[in-house]
């Protein structure tokens, strides 16, 4: 493989807070025409860019704060891949890159067959977010086990909650970059639905 490396890099909307636990994620699918995959990819939060978007050279100098498993080989064309973990912030980084921190030396690749042959990974990147794990999740209320499933998943117009060994009283729903679209209530087995974000805190 060579030492070139193209980066993602974005501004945040807004800084990170101190010590405040992230969810990350982005999906991947390995372009067509090229011969390697990968399974090192990662991200690097940072309060300065890492990147000016001339030097093509691999940054190997930091070490990313979230990775793909290294046994994960990203080496599929058809189907988008998920790459996730949780990342707690130092504080105040405002840039996000994605791409592969290793030399080619230290790059865990494999040859894909039926593509063409070179030793180029080349990636789509798509549905990036990054998001307060601390407002995603069911919070329990009580020590037995309960499972709540929601269904179907994706939805496009209503969705069924179905409980097991827990009581919902309210259902918030938000998008992938954190904003309520609806919050719902349940008082005496009646759902009241609300639009947000005008009306949900």
């Known amino acids: 493989m060579l030492n070139y490396r193209e980066y993602l890099e974005v501004p945040l909307l807004t800084p990170l807070d101190t010590s405040k636990l992230y ?5 991947v699918s390995l372009a067509d025409i090229f011969g390697m995959a990968i399974s090192n990819l ?7 860019s890492l990147t000016d978007g001339t030097n093509m050279n691999t940054i190997d100098y930091i070490v990313p704060q979230l990775e793909n498993p290294i046994g994960n080989i990203l080496n599929d064309t058809t189907n988008w891949m998920l790459v996730s973990g949780t990342y707690t912030a130092i504080g105040g980084e405002r840039f996000m890159t994605i791409g ?5 030396s230290n790059t865990n690749a494999q040859v894909v067959p039926t593509q063409t042959p ?11 977010s990054v998001t307060d794990c601390t407002t995603i999740g069911i919070s329990e209320t009580n020590n ?4 709540i499933e929601i269904s179907p998943n994706p939805a496009t117009s209503e969705i069924k909650i179905t409980t097991t060994n827990a009581v919902i009283k309210e259902a918030h ?9 609806q919050q719902s209530t349940i008082a005496n087995q009646q759902l009241t639905l609300v ?3 005008l009306e949900c805190t």
């Open 23 to 27: 969810c990350v994620e982005f999906y």
């Open 42 to 48: 990662g991200v690097y939060f940072s309060n300065d």
């Open 100 to 104: 592969n921190f290793h030399l080619a």
């Open 118 to 128: 070179n030793n180029i990974a080349y990636y789509y990147i798509d549905d990036i």
């Open 144 to 147: 037995q086990p309960s499972s």
């Open 173 to 181: 729903i938000y998008t992938m970059m954190g904003q309520c679209i």
């Open 195 to 197: 639009r947000c974000p």
